[in-house]
């Protein structure tokens, strides 16, 4: 079951979108029979390049949910991005989910679906293109998500690497604008 809730939470003055991307009955096998539990996987941004993911376990939804939380705002990111969009195209790989993110001009919008919208959306990208390969499993797809946001490189960096100009490695369109 999905269920893309959005808050909007408070913690030491920064504003995060709390997204919940995944509430699942999971089920452990004893020797009196089943034990089930509630699994919740929480998204959590700053809609300007801070990202978390939490996962909480327990017996009620919303006792998941604040351990989901808590965890997510223990695990924050930063991504570097190009303005409305991502610098450079990316792959993530977890288990047989594959996630291809590729940057966008302005206007584009969010070509994404599921967990890898969600995830864009709370990091703050609004302008990007996506490709899900393999697994559709939800929870894969979002880590596969954060390991491509994880390997952008800032377009600083990699020019000063290469030892380029910062023009030459922005996108076309970027390109274009500067130069009239």
Do not use: C
């Amino acid at each position: 079951m999905l269920n893309y809730q959005t808050n909007q939470t408070e913690q030491q003055g920064e504003l995060f979108d709390e997204r919940v991307i995944e509430i699942a009955r999971v089920a452990k096998v004893v020797k009196g029979g089943r034990r089930f539990q509630f699994r919740v996987t929480v998204v959590i941004g700053d809609n300007h390049g801070k990202i978390g993911m939490g996962t909480g376990k327990a017996n009620a939804v919303p006792d998941a949910m604040r351990k989901a939380t808590d965890r997510a705002r223990k695990d924050l990111h930063t991504v570097y991005l190009s303005g409305t969009t991502i610098p450079h195209a990316s792959t993530g790989k977890v288990g047989g989910a594959v996630v291809l993110l590729k940057p966008a001009s302005r206007g584009t919008g969010v070509i994404a679906a599921g967990g890898v919208r969600a995830v864009l959306e709370a990091v703050g990208v609004r302008d990007i293109l996506t490709k899900s390969l393999g697994s559709a499993n939800v929870l894969n797809s979002v880590q596969a998500t954060f390991q491509a946001l994880e390997t952008l490189k800032s377009p600083q960096e990699e020019a000063a690497r290469r030892g380029k100009p910062v023009e030459e490695l922005l996108p076309f369109w970027e390109r274009r604008k500067k130069h009239g």
